[in-house]
T-cell receptor, first 108, second 116 residues
């Protein structure tokens, strides 16, 4: 499984855009990049998944450069309710490997 | 619709006791997963079922851990002779697809196990 590196924590303010970059230098050809979000006392929740270039949904955008050795999750105009742990996962099968994640704290 | 549910939400056990944790996946989901999450860490994979077949149990930490899904829906994770290091949140997830791909997994709220 490809190892990922992401910041331990990030602070932001309401209304700002939050960008979390994840490094995955050893990503394999058949690996996808997936992001999950976890609130306290809840299970993780799928946010977005991509293979290359850019993916956007109603919640976030995922930017993946051509070499795929990193990816950036972008959360537009965050609110207090976006305070959570965000996990970057890289893999090609069902066995999700979470790592420690990035704790994002949004302040008023 | 109903999501993944787990029971109990909290369990306190004395060291050496056996515990059973239940997972009700989303109806119709073929795949079911168990994860263990220690405090301050991300979830770690324990085991995977496709219908009633346990296809991967490589993450189970010891032979004290046993999981089953006899009818291909509800699953039970059993821990025998609990130890303090078993204290963690146990998460269950399910997904629709049967293929070995990074399909979206839907997680339950977890069961927090505390072993005294």
């Amino acid at each position: 499984l490809a190892k990922t590196t992401q910041p331990i924590s990030m602070d932001s303010y309401e209304g700002q855009e939050v960008n979390i970059t994840c490094s995955h230098n050893n990503i394999a050809t058949n690996d996808y990049i997936t992001w999950y979000q976890q609130f306290p006392s809840q299970g993780p929740r799928f946010i977005i998944q991509g293979y290359k270039t850019k993916v956007t949904n109603e919640v976030a955008s995922l930017f993946i450069p051509a070499d795929r050795k990193s990816s950036t999750l972008s959360l537009p105009r965050v609110s207090l309710s976006d305070t959570a742990v965000y996990y970057c996962l890289v893999g090609g099968d069902y066995k999700l490997s979470f790592g420690a994640g990035t704790t994002v704290t949004v302040r008023a | 619709g109903a999501g993944v549910s787990q029971s109990p939400r909290y369990k306190v056990a004395k060291r050496g006791q056996d515990v059973a944790l239940r997972c009700d996946p989303i109806s119709g989901h073929v795949s079911l997963f168990w994860y263990q999450q220690a405090l301050g860490q991300g979830p770690e994979f324990l085991t995977y079922f496709q219908n009633e077949a346990q296809l991967d149990k490589s993450g189970l930490p010891s032979d004290r851990f046993f999981a089953e899904r006899p009818e291909g829906s509800v699953s039970t994770l059993k821990i025998q002779r609990t130890q303090q290091e078993d204290s963690a949140v146990y998460l269950c997830a399910s997904s629709l697809e049967t293929s070995f791909s990074p399909d979206t997994q839907y997680f339950g709220p977890g069961t927090r196990l505390t072993v005294l």
